[in-house]
C-alpha cells in the first residue's frame, strides 16, 4: 500500500541553524501539506502546496519558513533560523486532487518528523 | 473560523467494554467532512473514520462509529469491544479548503 515517507525520523540543532526536513508523498498525488505539533499541544496547519506553489498558509508560517517540491518526488520545508519554539513533531501529508466538489481528499499523513531546537 | 473542541482530555476503559468520546465544532460551513485520527505512541496519524456533512447515515467502520448530530455540530467517536490496541491520541478533526483543523485530543486509556 502505498504511503507518505518523512527523513529524518528524529532532527536535533542548534538555535539559529537551518533545517530541511523531506518528505515524499504518494506518487499520484497532487496536494501537499505540513503541520506541526508541539508535545502537549493539538495539531496545527502550517501550509498546503499544490501546482508548485503555495494555496493556503497559516500564521505561524513566516518568513522564516519556505517549502518546495525541488524534484517532482520530495516534498521539503525548510525553517531558515530555528528557535527553540519551533521544536515540536512535523507531519507531512497529501491527498489526490479532487475532481469534483464534495469529493473527499483524504490527506494521508507520514509518520512525522521529531524537530528539537537546543 | 471554524473551530473543534474536544472536552475531554483522558478517558479510560475496561478492555471488552464500549467508550464514547466527545467532539463538537463550530462552523458556518453546510458541507463539510469530519474525521476521527489515532495517534498511538509512534506517533504517527491514522485515519479511524471521517462522516461527510451531507449524509445523515452516521459513518461506521468495524467497531467504530460516530455519532454525528449536525444541527448540535456534535460528533461522537464510539469504540466498541475495546482492545489494548486502541489506546492512543485521538483527535477529532474538520476539514476546512484543505487543511485539517484540530481538537486539542483525548487520551484513551485500556484497561486490561
Known amino acids: 500500500e502505498p504511503e507518505v515517507t518523512q527523513t529524518p525520523s528524529h532532527q536535533v540543532t542548534q538555535m539559529g541553524q537551518e533545517v530541511i526536513l523531506r518528505c515524499v508523498p504518494i506518487?499520484?498525488?497532487?496536494?501537499f501539506y505540513w503541520y506541526r505539533q508541539i508535545l502537549g499541544q493539538k495539531v496545527e496547519f502550517l501550509v498546503s502546496?499544490?501546482?508548485?506553489?503555495?494555496?493556503?498558509k497559516s500564521e505561524i508560517f513566516d518568513d522564516q519558513f519556505s517549502v518546495e517540491r525541488p524534484d517532482g518526488s520530495n516534498f521539503t520545508l525548510k525553517i531558515r533560523s530555528t528557535k527553540l519554539e519551533d521544536s515540536a513533531m512535523y507531519f507531512c501529508?497529501?491527498?489526490?486532487?479532487?475532481?469534483?466538489?464534495?469529493?473527499?481528499?483524504?490527506?494521508?499523513f507520514g509518520p512525522g518528523t521529531r524537530l528539537t531546537v537546543l | 473560523a471554524q473551530t473543534v473542541t474536544q472536552s475531554q482530555p483522558e478517558m479510560s476503559v475496561q478492555e471488552a467494554e464500549t467508550v464514547t468520546l466527545s467532539c463538537t465544532y463550530d462552523t458556518s460551513e453546510s458541507d463539510y467532512y469530519l474525521f476521527w485520527y489515532k495517534q498511538p505512541p509512534s506517533r504517527q496519524m491514522i485515519l479511524v473514520i471521517r462522516q461527510e456533512a451531507y449524509k445523515q447515515q452516521n459513518a461506521t467502520e468495524n467497531r467504530f462509529s460516530v455519532n454525528f448530530q449536525k444541527a448540535a455540530k456534535s460528533f461522537s467517536l464510539k469504540i466498541s469491544d475495546s482492545q489494548l490496541g486502541d489506546a492512543a491520541m485521538y483527535f477529532c478533526a474538520y476539514l476546512s479548503n484543505y487543511q485539517l483543523i484540530w481538537g486539542a485530543g483525548t487520551k484513551l486509556i485500556i484497561k486490561p
Open positions: 502546496f499544490y501546482n508548485n506553489e503555495i494555496s493556503e
Open positions: 501529508a497529501s491527498s489526490i486532487q479532487a475532481l469534483a466538489e464534495l469529493i473527499y481528499n483524504e490527506q494521508f
Open positions: 506518487s499520484n498525488h497532487l496536494y
